[in-house]
């Protein structure tokens, strides 16, 4: 008969197995736990790297509020590298800038959540071309107004990048994704004041931005044609009226003016060197509906509506100030054609094949207003009297007169501006009345003074 097995030895072994067990576990919880400690402390730096380029300081912020003396730009998460590289990010450039009909245009809009940006990108899409913005959304004037341009070009299909003309990389991707065919840049620091408070950002984005969109362009395949923002502030200190393309440039009154006839220079080399189809646009005054709240019009419209007092400029000697205020809709036909009469660029990996189109034009509205009767227009509209101050004319960089020959964009495009100021001026007190929810009052006055022009 057989002994049954010796298990005499098998409490010890259990024990033993229980102790190395316990061990293990030990040794894989503090393993873990070293390893949540890294990944926390990780995404801990992830998170402050985030919020520290995203969002400024609050002491930064209350200094901007107080001395408006910094442009604050939004950025994006890391760099526009990062959030450039996804799929559906492309796919939405890609869908954004293909025309819809044929022989249609693909265009890059610079400024394309700025007044003039937003305009012509609306007229571009309805033609079927395609349009694709870009936009730094800095906070020059309220950005909540840019944004509500954004969500309007949405509607319609029209996708901005976020990112600013001085990101090369950026540019760069943007222009290998599409194969633009014209470049419409308005992207631009404005004002002529302002230029006296922060001039840096003047230097950085009309010259240094300017050049940064020229370099990748003259390196593109195929060069794009560009059609591009510059002002009438660089006839500066001429006296001869009205402004032609033909008279002297070289006296500019502010920065702002210095800024953009050097971009005309800086146009006139790329053309050269690099066979670049440039053409240059002087607007005058432009005005209208989703404008600029820094131009006299609209903030006299406010300040009318809140019964604060508006200052009324006269020269040196007692003169009247008069503008050549250019209606929106006006501007961005004379845009359209000059993008229609554009040449093709001459150029092949950056280098110069045949000489290339080089034009400047003026796009005003012919017929100088002195801002005392914009002021009695806008009286009229709103229903209110203005608190009007008239001082003398500070030396911050304005011309007391401006006056614009558009014979030459006539000539060549058929720009032929319709709208005269009251019209305009209508127009736009609409918009503002709805955009702003303002008093039922002064849409009661809009519309008893549009029946009684039927």
């Known amino acids: 008969m057989a002994s049954p097995p010796d298990t005499s030895k098998n409490p010890k072994l259990e024990r033993y197995n229980s102790y190395i067990r316990r061990v293990n576990n030990t040794k894989l919880l503090a393993a873990s ?64 800038s293909t025309p819809r009909r044929p022989n249609g245009f693909s265009v890059l809009v610079t400024g394309a959540a700025g007044f003039v940006g937003t305009h012509c990108s609306l007229a571009l899409k309805k033609r079927g071309d395609g349009v694709l913005g870009l936009d730094n959304f800095n906070s020059y004037y309220d950005p909540s107004l840019k944004r509500a341009r954004q ?37 631009a620091q404005a004002g002529v004041r302002y230029a006296m408070e922060n001039p840096q950002s003047y230097v950085g984005s009309n010259i240094a931005g300017f050049v940064s969109l020229l370099e990748v362009a003259k390196a593109a395949v195929p060069q794009p044609s560009i059609v591009w923002a510059s002002s009438s502030s660089v006839y500066g200190l001429n006296t001869q009226n009205p402004f032609s393309e ?68 006269q020269t040196q000697d007692g003169r009247a100030v008069a503008r050549d205020f250019t209606y929106i809709d006006d501007v961005v036909k004379g845009c359209v054609g000059a993008l229609e009469t554009a040449a093709k660029s001459t150029g092949s990996g950056g280098k110069k094949r045949a000489p290339a189109q080089l034009r400047v034009y003026n796009l005003g509205n012919t017929a100088p207003v002195p801002v005392e009767k914009l002021v009695g227009i806008l009286e009229s509209l709103l229903g209110v009297k203005a608190k009007k101050h008239v001082i003398k004319m500070p030396r911050n960089g304005d011309v007391p007169f401006t006056h614009a020959n558009v014979s030459l964009a006539y000539r060549d495009f058929g720009y032929k501006p319709t709208t005269d100021l009251a019209t305009g001026l209508k127009k736009f007190v609409k918009w503002y009345v709805s955009y702003y929810g303002v008093e039922s009052r002064v849409k009661k006055e809009i519309g008893s003074k549009t029946a009684n022009n039927e």
């Open 33 to 96: 736990s070293k390893l949540l400690f890294r990944v926390t402390l990780l995404v801990a730096l992830v998170l402050i790297l985030f919020f520290t380029l995203n969002y400024p300081p609050i002491s930064d912020q209350i200094t901007n509020k107080d001395n408006h003396n910094h442009i604050h730009t939004t950025h994006n998460f890391l760099s526009s590298a990062f959030y450039g590289s996804g799929a559906a990010w492309e796919k939405q450039v890609r869908h954004s």
């Open 246 to 313: 033909s008279h002297r440039t070289d006296q500019p009154a502010s920065l702002y003016a210095a800024t953009k006839k050097a971009g005309e220079e800086i146009a006139h080399t790329y053309n050269h060197i690099y066979g670049l189809s440039i053409t240059g646009l002087r607007f005058f005054t432009v005005y209208g509906p989703w404008g600029r709240p820094d131009m006299a019009y609209f903030f006299f419209t406010k300040d009318i509506l809140q019964g604060k007092p508006i200052s009324i400029y």
């Open 151 to 187: 969500q309007l070009l949405k509607t319609h299909e029209i996708f901005i990048v976020e990112g600013d003309l001085n990101d090369a990389e950026l540019l760069a991707k943007l222009f290998d994704i599409v194969p633009f065919t014209h470049v419409l840049h308005l992207a």
